[in-house]
């Protein structure tokens, strides 16, 4: 098995394979940023443990822009994200801890985190693929969650970092991990561009037919990773219907309009604007938590934009996926405390991941999330950044 596997993976991943997570001279410096009135000190000692055998480390990446990133390979998480303002001032727009054991103590296990097997819900943690059921562990009520007990985000991935723009990792999740088939070799590239993008590459290949949806669960707050609420952040989707939910957050397999509802953001508005409104959508989400079905596009066309109200950062996304996961914050509960002292409360960040659809391998009229071996998997998120005119 061992042997077909790597016959399959080499050709992708030549060059790849063997990866130092040995940190350079980039990793070990501290780095301080400025969150309006507040001083955030994240240094690569805070993030240096052994976790299952293998090395944790802080990888620092920076175009020439001003654009900077901070990943771990724990979990492949988005660890800081700085961005320029209106007034040239570096801001930290994602929500995260400042040392590698708040990521693991952490009651909201997901904070930056790269998202598998299968992102998003699969009903009553149940799937069929050639005949076959397969039992997932049911993490989020009746529901499978991000890939089970154990997903991506829990996981040491292998990382190499190729230049000061570029992060490359890359996992072995064996056949059987979390209830799903297939050895599922995985390589996911973070990079920075000179047009201030976070570009979030995906390859995956397998030995068995298996299902597989990557993503990534970055919690954005475009004011500030410190700055409260993010309501009177500007969203404009470009998804003239969506996929409507039972009580437990699956989809009912239905595609519904937006228009005339709370979920049109085809024109943009604030994220408060009607997030109170009596809607048994918004009531089953605790606000927005659904997937909006993109319209045709393709990767060089945003599918979002969000602009900070305060900032004037505005963040544009990208991908080559058909769905996209709109997430307000409705489950934070101020239980953790963040990079700064500051608490998670409610609806201080929000999520914007691309997907393909929640539950896909249980409804047959959704896309499709099958990789068979001799297919590559692949997909690409893309956040933006600029100042809003």
Same mark, same amino acid.
């Given at each position: 098995?061992?042997?077909?596997?790597?016959?399959?993976?080499?050709?992708?991943?030549?060059?790849?394979?063997?990866?130092?997570?040995?940190?350079?001279?980039?990793?070990?410096?501290?780095?301080?940023?400025?969150?309006?009135?507040?001083?955030?000190?994240?240094?690569?000692?805070?993030?240096?443990?052994?976790?299952?055998?293998?090395?944790?480390?802080?990888?620092?990446?920076?175009?020439?822009?001003?654009?900077?990133?901070?990943?771990?390979?724990?979990?492949?998480?988005?660890?800081?994200?700085?961005?320029?303002?209106?007034?040239?001032?570096?801001?930290?727009?994602?929500?995260?801890?400042?040392?590698?054991?708040?990521?693991?103590?952490?009651?909201?296990?997901?904070?930056?985190?790269?998202?598998?097997?299968?992102?998003?819900?699969?009903?009553?943690? @149940?799937? +069929? $693929?050639?005949?076959?059921?397969?039992?997932?562990? %049911?993490?989020?009520?009746?529901?499978?969650?991000?890939? =089970? /007990?154990?997903?991506?985000?829990?996981?040491?991935?292998?990382?190499?970092?190729?230049?000061?723009?570029?992060?490359?990792?890359?996992?072995?999740?064996?056949?059987?991990?979390?209830?799903?088939?297939?050895?599922?070799?995985?390589?996911?590239?973070?990079?920075?561009?000179?047009?201030?993008?976070?570009?979030?590459?995906?390859?995956?290949v397998t030995d068995k037919n298996?299902?597989?949806?990557?993503?990534?669960?970055?919690?954005?707050?475009?004011?500030?990773?410190?700055?409260?609420?993010? @309501?009177? +952040? $500007?969203?404009?989707?470009?998804?003239?219907?969506? %996929?409507?939910?039972?009580?437990?957050?699956?989809?009912? =397999? /239905?595609?519904?309009?937006?228009?005339?509802?709370?979920?049109?953001?085809?024109?943009?508005?604030?994220?408060?604007?009607?997030?109170?409104?009596?809607?048994?959508?918004?009531?089953?989400?605790?606000?927005?938590?659904?997937?909006?079905?993109?319209?045709p596009h393709k990767t060089d066309?945003?599918?979002?934009?969000?602009?900070?109200?305060?900032?004037?950062?505005?963040?544009?996304?990208?991908?080559?996926?058909?769905?996209?996961?709109?997430?307000?914050?409705?489950?934070?509960q101020g239980k953790n405390r963040?990079?700064?002292?500051?608490?998670?409360?409610?609806? %201080?960040?929000?999520?914007?991941?691309?997907?393909?659809?929640?539950?896909?391998?249980?409804?047959?009229?959704?896309?499709?999330?099958?990789?068979?071996?001799?297919?590559?998997?692949?997909?690409?998120?893309?956040?933006?950044?600029?100042?809003?005119?």
């Amino acid at each position: 098995m061992e042997g077909h596997l790597k016959k399959i993976i080499t050709p992708l991943f030549t060059g790849s394979l063997l990866l130092a997570a040995s940190c350079n001279s980039t990793t070990q410096k501290e780095v301080k940023v400025q969150v309006h009135a507040d001083t955030v000190s994240i240094s690569a000692k805070a993030f240096e443990k052994n976790i299952a055998g293998k090395a944790v480390h802080l990888f620092t990446l920076k175009n020439s822009s001003g654009l900077k990133a901070m990943i771990t390979n724990f979990g492949g998480r988005l660890v800081g994200l700085f961005v320029p303002d209106k007034a040239g001032n570096p801001v930290d727009v994602v929500a995260g801890f400042a040392a590698i054991e708040g990521y693991q103590k952490s009651t909201e296990p997901y904070f930056g985190a790269t998202i598998g097997r299968y992102g998003n819900r699969i009903a009553k943690g @149940l799937f +069929h $693929l050639d005949g076959k059921s397969y039992a997932l562990f %049911t993490n989020n009520g009746p529901n499978t969650l991000h890939g =089970g /007990k154990k997903g991506y985000q829990d996981v040491v991935w292998d990382a190499k970092q190729t230049d000061g723009q570029t992060l490359e990792l890359t996992y072995l999740s064996k056949d059987m991990e979390e209830g799903f088939p297939g050895n599922l070799q995985v390589k996911v590239t973070y990079a920075l561009t000179n047009e201030n993008a976070l570009k979030i590459s995906y390859e995956a290949v397998t030995d068995k037919n298996t299902v597989v949806n990557l993503t990534n669960h970055a919690f954005f707050n475009l004011n500030g990773a410190q700055s409260g609420s993010i @309501l009177n +952040h $500007l969203v404009k989707i470009d998804a003239d219907q969506y %996929t409507p939910v039972d009580s437990t957050l699956i989809p009912t =397999g /239905k595609i519904e309009e937006v228009k005339g509802t709370p979920f049109d953001f085809t024109q943009a508005k604030t994220i408060g604007k009607a997030i109170n409104t009596a809607n048994v959508q918004l009531k089953y989400g605790k606000g927005y938590d659904h997937n909006f079905v993109l319209n045709p596009h393709k990767t060089d066309q945003a599918v979002a934009v969000v602009t900070g109200d305060q900032t004037g950062i505005e963040m544009h996304v990208y991908t080559d996926q058909p769905g996209l996961q709109f997430y307000s914050g409705n489950f934070m509960q101020g239980k953790n405390r963040m990079k700064g002292q500051h608490q998670d409360d409610f609806r %201080t960040a929000f999520a914007l991941e691309t997907q393909h659809f929640p539950d896909s391998p249980n409804q047959p009229s959704f896309p499709t999330t099958i990789l068979k071996p001799g297919a590559v998997y692949r997909s690409v998120s893309i956040y933006k950044f600029s100042v809003a005119k």
